[in-house]
């Protein structure tokens, strides 16, 4: 049985301790960066990751939908095999249950989008 | 006896009464400064500033003439196309935090758009001089103010200001960080209010609608006005945008049964801006499959309920909307109002007391 790499982000050591909006357009530390900088290419190799979310001064919904749903949309990704891959690690239960949701309805938008 | 006490009853009221009535023809009728732009000499025009900056009184909303002072202060303000413009400050002795970033923005808009050159005429109240260069709108009216703000009130007024695109969140660090020191949480709810009103600023309060033919400002086209004081948390956002009203349904052009939905369930409401954003509320609300769209103010609004208590309040154009839940064991109360004057944008405002989070903090 092959061992899962598995890959530990934090945002606020990272990346940074004010993070912005949705697209790289529209300014600085926003999810759409984020995503292409920390998420796409360890999922991309088939790693697990750690994103551990505390110690920013907050999040809006837009970067965290961007970054995390925006993943599961660019990768295609299958719903449970990214919740199991994409662990959130916060003591802000509301981040973590937003995120998982962000990555279940990912597809939702993108189906929403095609049709 | 009896007959004679009746009758000198009688002409003491009748006494009183005309007394009242040749006081009240006697007394000067209170003459509001009014706002207008006078001409003197050359080409050089003088507009006078109300007494008072305020967009909503808490107990009459706009009736109260010191609104409707200032909103005929802003009207001509607006009206400004070109040249110079010279503003008498003398009279101002308040200016509330919203008015006061309303004030700004339309400062900003003017000088980037139309190229007004403004002078000013100082204010004589020491506290409005100090709110003036705290806030930098000193240097927008090339207002030198000598004095440095050291009133409590004035002290703790941070300012933040940013384009449409190019948006650099590091701009809020100052607030949050003077939020952190009052309550010592580095992580505030605030926050995401904040920087979702933003974002919703460069992704839709700009966007072009058939309706808007004016040039809106690209730089600076949000303003945040923040103040501490007192344990309280003032937060205030403003955009000179479309509003509310032009932009959802530009937000939901791929949805139009559900704009529809909408827009039924808010047909009661009064004033269609007070409508649109009752109806952007109900949407962040709304379970869609699109749920990372037009989440914006439902985050605004959820500020309060993540902090426990508080005031939300969102103005757009002549529609205002306000939540308040005053302890986080009850439910929040809402209400929608259609105002008397226009704001010509959005103005997303926050009320949070900070005692509780600082004594959760110590914990």
Same mark, same amino acid.
């Given at each position: 049985?092959?061992?899962?790499e598995?890959?530990?982000?934090?945002?606020?050591?990272?990346?940074?301790? $004010?993070?912005?909006l949705r697209?790289?357009?529209?300014?600085?530390?926003?999810?759409?960066?984020?995503?292409? =900088?920390?998420? $796409?290419?360890?999922?991309?190799q088939?790693k697990t990751i750690?994103?551990?979310?505390?110690?920013?001064?907050?999040?809006?919904?837009?970067?965290?939908?961007?970054?995390?749903?925006?993943?599961?949309?660019?990768l295609?990704?299958?719903?449970?095999?990214? $919740?199991?891959?994409? =662990?959130?690690?916060?003591?802000?239960?509301?981040?973590?249950?937003?995120?998982?949701e962000?990555?279940?309805?990912a597809?939702?938008r =993108?189906?929403?989008?095609?049709? | /006896?009896?007959?004679?006490?009746?009758?000198?009853?009688?002409f003491?009221?009748?006494k009183?009464?005309?007394?009242?009535? %040749?006081?009240?023809? &006697?007394?000067?009728?209170?003459?509001?400064?009014?706002?207008? *732009?006078?001409?003197?000499g050359v !080409?050089?025009?003088?507009?006078?500033?109300?007494?008072?900056?305020?967009?909503?009184?808490?107990?009459? %909303?706009?009736n109260?003439?010191?609104?409707n002072?200032?909103?005929?202060?802003?009207?001509?303000?607006r009206?400004v196309?070109?040249?110079?413009l010279?503003?008498?400050?003398?009279?101002?002795?308040?200016?509330?935090?919203?008015?006061?970033?309303?004030?700004?923005?339309?400062?900003?808009?003017?000088?980037?758009?139309?190229?007004?050159?403004f002078?000013a005429?100082a204010p004589?109240?020491?506290?409005?001089?100090?709110?003036l260069?705290?806030?930098g709108?000193?240097? %927008?009216?090339?207002?030198k103010?000598d004095?440095e703000?050291?009133?409590? !009130?004035?002290?703790?007024?941070?300012i @933040?200001e940013?384009p449409?695109?190019?948006?650099d969140?590091?701009?809020?660090?100052?607030?949050?960080?003077? *939020?952190?020191?009052?309550?010592?949480?580095?992580?505030?709810?605030?926050y995401?209010?904040i920087?979702?009103s933003?974002?919703?600023?460069?992704?839709?309060a700009?966007?072009?609608?058939?309706?808007?033919?004016?040039?809106?400002?690209?730089?600076?086209?949000?303003?945040?006005?923040?103040?501490v004081?007192?344990?309280? #948390?003032m937060v205030?956002?403003?955009?000179? +945008?479309?509003g509310?009203?032009?932009?959802?349904?530009?937000? #939901?052009?791929?949805?139009?049964? #559900? #704009?529809?939905?909408?827009?039924?369930?808010?047909r009661?409401?009064?004033?269609?801006?007070?409508?649109?954003?009752l109806?952007? /509320?109900?949407?962040?609300? &709304?379970?869609?499959?699109?749920?990372?769209?037009g989440? +914006?103010?439902?985050?605004?609004h @959820?500020?309060?309920?993540?902090? +426990?208590?508080?005031?939300?309040?969102?103005?757009?154009?002549?529609?205002?909307?306000?939540?308040?839940?005053?302890?986080p064991?009850? @439910?929040?109360?809402?209400k929608?109002v259609?105002?008397?004057h226009?704001v010509?944008?959005? *103005?997303?405002?926050?009320?949070?007391?900070?005692?509780?989070?600082?004594?959760?903090?110590?914990?």
């Amino acid at each position: 049985m092959t061992k899962v790499e598995t890959v530990v982000v934090n945002v606020a050591k990272q990346f940074t301790k $004010l993070p912005g909006l949705r697209y790289i357009r529209l300014g600085r530390f926003s999810g759409e960066e984020f995503r292409q =900088k920390f998420l $796409l290419e360890p999922l991309k190799q088939g790693k697990t990751i750690i994103v551990e979310l505390d110690g920013v001064r907050g999040y809006g919904s837009s970067f965290l939908e961007e970054a995390f749903g925006g993943t599961v949309r660019e990768l295609d990704l299958d719903i449970t095999d990214a $919740l199991n891959r994409i =662990k959130i690690v916060t003591s802000v239960e509301s981040w973590r249950l937003d995120v998982e949701e962000y990555i279940r309805t990912a597809k939702s938008r =993108k189906n929403a989008t095609n049709a | /006896m009896k007959k004679l006490r009746e009758k000198q009853r009688r002409f003491q009221s009748w006494k009183s009464a005309y007394a009242m009535r %040749l006081r009240k023809s &006697s007394k000067p009728k209170k003459t509001y400064r009014k706002s207008k *732009i006078r001409h003197s000499g050359v !080409d050089q025009r003088v507009l006078v500033a109300p007494s008072h900056f305020i967009v909503l009184s808490t107990r009459s %909303l706009q009736n109260g003439s010191d609104v409707n002072e200032y909103f005929s202060f802003l009207s001509k303000l607006r009206s400004v196309q070109s040249g110079n413009l010279t503003i008498d400050m003398r009279g101002v002795r308040r200016m509330i935090v919203d008015a006061a970033l309303l004030f700004k923005a339309e400062l900003s808009r003017l000088i980037e758009l139309h190229g007004v050159r403004f002078d000013a005429i100082a204010p004589t109240s020491q506290r409005t001089q100090q709110v003036l260069k705290q806030t930098g709108i000193d240097t %927008l009216l090339n207002l030198k103010i000598d004095i440095e703000p050291s009133r409590e !009130d004035v002290i703790h007024w941070r300012i @933040a200001e940013g384009p449409r695109a190019g948006v650099d969140p590091t701009e809020l660090e100052p607030m949050m960080a003077d *939020i952190e020191e009052v309550t010592g949480l580095a992580t505030h709810p605030v926050y995401q209010g904040i920087i979702e009103s933003i974002g919703n600023c460069a992704e839709h309060a700009y966007k072009n609608h058939p309706d808007v033919t004016w040039r809106m400002p690209e730089s600076p086209s949000w303003w945040v006005f923040q103040q501490v004081k007192d344990g309280i #948390l003032m937060v205030v956002v403003c955009d000179l +945008g479309i509003g509310v009203n032009r932009a959802l349904p530009l937000t #939901l052009s791929n949805e139009h049964g #559900l #704009l529809k939905k909408l827009m039924h369930l808010v047909r009661r409401t009064r004033g269609e801006d007070a409508r649109a954003l009752l109806a952007a /509320m109900e949407y962040g609300r &709304s379970s869609t499959g699109l749920h990372e769209r037009g989440r +914006g103010m439902k985050n605004a609004h @959820a500020v309060i309920n993540d902090h +426990g208590e508080g005031d939300f309040y969102a103005i757009s154009n002549k529609g205002c909307y306000t939540y308040r839940k005053s302890s986080p064991s009850t @439910a929040g109360q809402s209400k929608t109002v259609k105002l008397r004057h226009s704001v010509h944008g959005t *103005i997303l405002g926050w009320r949070l007391p900070l005692e509780q989070a600082s004594a959760e903090s110590m914990q």
